[in-house]
């Protein structure tokens, strides 16, 4: 069985790959790129997958038979197109399953809907492709805040809108773990699961960073108003209003929900006491 990666050489994609092959033999795994350079490190066959690129895809989707569509980074209706293009060429090379990388968030009524809803028109364009299927809404990963710490500790602490909502985080190696398995075992076909570890708010995640960095960092709730436009001063208008609208979707309660992470993943998602036990340790030996 071979199965095709795209994005292969994003974090998310290039984990997937590293997943797979503690799976199934390397000559049976083949990454798409639109970048082809930077994922040639991964060690297995990489062919050209730029999602605007019907033809390429579908040349470099022949003898596949599962494909992981990982979601694009574009605009959302521009996204749209481009997954389709992902899926129809999956269908014309002779491609037999799909897997499709969605997100969780809020819906309706936040900045970050509109991304949400383009995710939920990408699933029911893999859901009525004609091929086999499986889906994950992947949650917020955790990653960034880690990397954020020297700001954090610059501003004295995380503000955000997101308030005392909780927030199933993941980590892109817990999903790479649930992608491999879902690629390669039948039992996923049809399903639809959300992926992520359990639920945590800003303050414990502020607790979680103090304890593993020996920071002092405090929680502070701000207003949407108030931090869109300290996000927007950052980040410019679409990213800034884009990441405020992830939050106020956290603060609504629409980041916490029932994680299937177990039957996808075939094992519990990591604790978060296990995942910065393993960062400080990383921090002691380095
Ligand atoms: N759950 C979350 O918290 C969260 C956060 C951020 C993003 N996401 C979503 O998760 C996806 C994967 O995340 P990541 O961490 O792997 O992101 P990443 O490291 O930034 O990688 C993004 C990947 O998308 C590829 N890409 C962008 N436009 C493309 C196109 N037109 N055709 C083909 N490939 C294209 C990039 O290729 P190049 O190497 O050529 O640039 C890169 O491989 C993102 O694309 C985004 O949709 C989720």
């Not at 199965?3 to 050489?9: G, K």
């Not at 309706?108 to 499986?134: K, M």
Request: aromatic share 8%; net charge negative.
């Amino acid at each position: 069985m071979k199965v095709a990666i795209t994005a292969a050489s994003g974090q998310l994609g290039s984990q997937v790959v590293e997943a797979l092959l503690a799976l199934i033999p390397s000559t049976n795994i083949v990454g798409l790129a639109r970048t082809t350079a930077k994922a040639k490190h991964l060690g297995i066959e990489i062919r050209p997958g730029d999602y605007n690129e019907k033809g390429l895809l579908e040349e470099s989707l022949r003898s596949v038979d599962a494909v992981l569509l990982v979601s694009g980074m574009d605009a959302p209706e521009r996204r749209i197109t481009q997954h389709r293009n992902v899926i129809e060429a999956a269908r014309s090379a002779g491609v037999r399953k799909i897997v499709y990388t969605s997100v969780q968030g809020a819906e309706h009524d936040t900045a970050f809907s509109p991304i949400v809803q383009s995710n939920r028109q990408t699933e029911e364009d893999v859901r009525y492709s004609g091929l086999a299927w499986s889906i994950g809404r992947n949650g917020i990963y955790i990653e960034p805040d880690v990397e954020y710490l020297e700001s954090y500790k610059k501003a004295g602490g995380i503000t955000n809108c997101a308030a005392d909502g909780r927030c199933g985080y993941t980590t892109r190696s817990e999903l790479a773990y649930a992608y491999a398995r879902m690629l390669t075992e039948d039992k996923h076909n049809g399903r639809t699961y959300n992926l992520h570890g359990a639920a945590i708010t800003q303050y414990e995640l502020a607790d979680y960073l103090n304890s593993t960095f020996g920071t002092d960092l405090t929680y502070t709730p701000m207003t949407v108003e108030e931090y869109r436009a300290d996000r927007v001063a950052e980040l410019g208008e679409f990213m800034g209003t884009v990441i405020t609208g992830i939050y106020q979707g956290i603060r609504d309660g629409e980041a916490d929900n029932p994680s299937h992470y177990l039957e996808a993943a075939g094992r519990e998602h990591v604790s978060w006491p296990a995942f910065f036990a393993g960062l400080r340790q990383e921090k002691a030996t380095s």
